[in-house]
């Protein structure tokens, strides 16, 4: 008796250590900077999630925009931009045109959305009010599209660890930042149509493309490199600012996508935008049956006999087992 009493107030003493070493868990600040537009609806569902969490959230959003509105699951903080709704609609016009004529203007209309962008970012920046009130809210950490690599400028500037949500950077500065392994002879490069088993000349045609991706990203965030340099008074390439992200949510899956070598520090969330949805008990049925199946054909052969045996004699047992696990 006195040997349980010991263990009993061992528990009872190392429970009660326990308890006390823990804390009340306080939801987080949490700052959003994201990409308007389709980007934006697939981080709202995470950023609705987060607030039901009880997470504060403060969202901030250009005073022109499509889709980044007010809503009860995060404080939105607008900045001004030198633009007006409808010239923001008319230079997103060129999607809406035949694939010809996008194909012949996309130079220029590329030019013109990265100026936009661009834009965007340097008012967001030099917002004085809005960086002095960023300054005192103290973020625990920002969650941002790094298309855009504004929202990690803004968290290198603060010193605080940045949640990266994309599906990925058309060229290649995703992987480049990562440090992933990217060879052009077994990873297909965007637009390609290349698979990951390529024959030569498709593998010529790959590295080709991955230098004109070299061109399109000094093209495309040679600027920004130059803004953040300026703004965080160093020098600091593009490269090195995405590198600097804490953990990267990409949304993509090796079901649609082929497989590539990856970081500890991605996560792939490509189900994300997938509607949940209850399995119908036909389905759950069918499950069964074929879990049966191969677990008969693992099984030993006295297993696989009885199994036979209850599928010649009483088949109805089993399918209201099938019924059983269906409605479970």
């Known amino acids: 008796g006195l040997n349980w009493l010991q ?3 061992q528990f009872a003493a190392g429970l009660f250590i326990f308890l006390e070493s823990l804390e009340f868990v306080e939801g987080g600040r949490l700052l959003v900077i994201p990409q308007d537009g389709s980007h934006w609806l697939s981080m709202l569902a995470v950023v609705e999630k987060l607030s039901e969490k009880g997470h504060e ?6 005073e022109v925009n499509w889709l980044l509105k007010e809503s009860e699951h995060y404080t939105r903080k607008i900045y001004a ?14 999607f809406e045109r035949p694939f010809l004529e996008r194909f012949v203007r996309l130079r220029a209309r590329l030019n013109t959305t990265s100026t936009l962008f661009l834009s965007i970012c340097t008012h967001l920046l030099y917002n004085k009010e809005l960086i002095q009130y960023l300054e005192g809210s103290k973020f625990d ?23 990266f949500f994309l ?45 004109l991706e070299i061109v ?40 649609i996508d082929y497989p590539r070598p990856l970081m500890p520090n991605i996560a792939i969330i490509g189900g994300i935008n997938c509607a949940q949805k209850e399995l119908s008990q036909v389905g759950k049925a069918f ?22 045996f209850l599928l010649a004699c009483c088949p109805w047992t089993l399918a209201a087992l099938s019924f059983t696990f269906a409605v479970c």
């Open 57 to 62: 959230i403060v969202v901030l959003a250009p």
């Open 287 to 308: 499950i069964f049956v074929v879990l049966m199946g191969l677990v008969s054909w693992a099984a030993p052969t006295w297993w696989r006999t009885v199994l036979a």
């Open 167 to 211: 599906r990925g950077i058309p060229c290649g500065l995703d992987y480049k930042a990562l440090q992933c392994p990217n060879p052009p002879s077994y990873v297909p490069r965007l637009f390609t149509t290349n698979t990951d088993h390529m024959t030569f000349p498709q593998r010529v045609k790959n590295l080709l493309f991955s230098l």
């Open 141 to 163: 950490a920002v969650f941002t599209d790094p298309m855009i690599p504004c929202g990690q400028i803004v968290a290198e500037y603060l010193s605080i660890p940045s949640v």
């Open 81 to 94: 931009v030198p633009y007006t709704q409808e010239e923001l609609d008319r230079r997103f016009h060129l």
């Open 7 to 9: 263990v009993l107030y």
């Open 216 to 255: 399109l990203c000094d093209f495309v965030y040679a600027p920004y490199a130059k803004l953040a340099s300026e703004f965080l008074q160093r020098e600091i390439t593009v490269t090195e600012l995405l590198s600097h992200g804490s953990v990267w949510l990409m949304r993509f899956d090796f079901v």
